[in-house]
């Protein structure tokens, strides 16, 4: 097979089914017909002389030399992308194309419904992906190319990344209504360092933060997967725990179950940051989104400055923990 026998389209197809494992998924990503992808995919593998998929029933997976060439496809399509957003930075043309954004599982489902609407009016000509997954994830999406953006809580380890602080974010404390913790005079993180302190499990940023912002080394092992879960854990009696501000529903609880009470002035919080791959040629566009953003900050947050993201460039691991 000679270079005119390859195409970026199938190229594109056989990055689509890696990435989503089945047939019909990635033609309904591509925009094809099932058929259409599974012929070209084929023709592809023929025309290589290798088999790059072991087609199940039910799912299709990655063998390993198409490991190898779904990399080498991704930084192919990569460039072919760099191509053309010269030519659109060259005619002034703002941020447009398909762009994967994703966001930490703690802050996506509640910031996403806040800004979309405000999002696609300012970016009409951007077809976003939205997905979540934790920091080491996401950091590694990047890093491949899987991901173009990412919404993340710093610190950050950051080498080869472009971090751009949007804003800061109050913990709440969500406690039982009868808890000695639901009332009382101003509180203050270290107030929270019991035993009942419930956390989200292993892995999770936001667990790591409260443990750090509470001195809770030694918090007890009643652990969550999510927020919600949290919440309903909150509200069946068995402790309290530390809210990002966005989660809390306005109000008091209906229920009555919970109570929300906010810190002093002094309390913890987490800084979110918009960051993408310092060699993207984008970045002229990602810095506007991230402007966006930060325009855009929640009620319930407080707006970083807006000169941060020069200073914050791969290997500044120093500038990247520190909120703006």
């Not at 198409?66 to 002034?92: D, F, H, N, P, Y």
């Amino acid at each position: 097979m000679n270079l005119a026998g390859l195409s970026l389209r199938d190229l594109e197809y056989v990055v689509a089914l890696a990435e989503e494992h089945h047939f019909g998924r990635a033609a309904e990503r591509c925009n094809v017909s099932q058929p259409t992808l599974s012929v070209q995919v084929r023709k592809l593998e023929e025309g290589l002389g290798l088999t790059l998929f072991e087609r199940g029933n039910r799912r299709v997976m990655t063998t390993p030399a198409g490991q190898a060439i779904v990399r080498q496809a991704r930084t192919v399509l990569a460039e072919a992308q760099r191509l053309l957003v010269l030519a659109s930075e060259g005619r002034g043309a703002p941020l447009t194309g398909r762009l994967v954004l994703a966001a930490i599982q703690t802050l996506g489902p509640y910031f996403f419904p806040l800004i979309l609407r405000s999002l696609r009016q300012e970016f009409p000509l951007l077809s976003l992906a939205l997905t979540e997954a934790r920091t080491a994830e996401i950091l590694e999406g990047l890093r491949d190319g899987r991901i173009d953006a990412a919404l993340v809580s710093l610190p950050l380890p950051a080498s080869g990344l472009t971090v751009s602080p949007l804003f800061i974010e109050p913990f709440l404390l969500t406690c039982p209504a009868d808890h000695l913790l639901a009332g009382g005079g101003a509180l203050r993180a270290t107030d929270v360092a019991g035993p009942d302190l419930l956390l989200l499990d292993e892995g999770n940023c936001l667990r790591d933060q409260t443990v750090a912002a509470c001195g809770a080394g030694n918090a007890a092992g009643r652990h969550a997967t999510s927020l919600e879960t949290l919440r309903s854990m909150v509200a069946a009696g068995a402790g309290y725990t530390l809210l990002p501000a966005m989660a809390v529903p306005s109000g008091p609880d209906p229920s009555g179950l919970t109570v929300t009470r906010s810190f002093d002035v002094d309390g913890p919080g987490r800084t979110i940051a918009l960051a993408w791959r310092s060699s993207d040629p984008r970045a002229a566009g990602l810095s506007h989104l991230a402007a966006f953003f930060r325009t855009h900050a929640p009620e319930s947050t407080s707006a970083c400055r807006d000169d941060s993201a020069a200073r914050l460039k791969a290997g500044r691991r120093d500038s990247i923990a520190e909120p703006v």
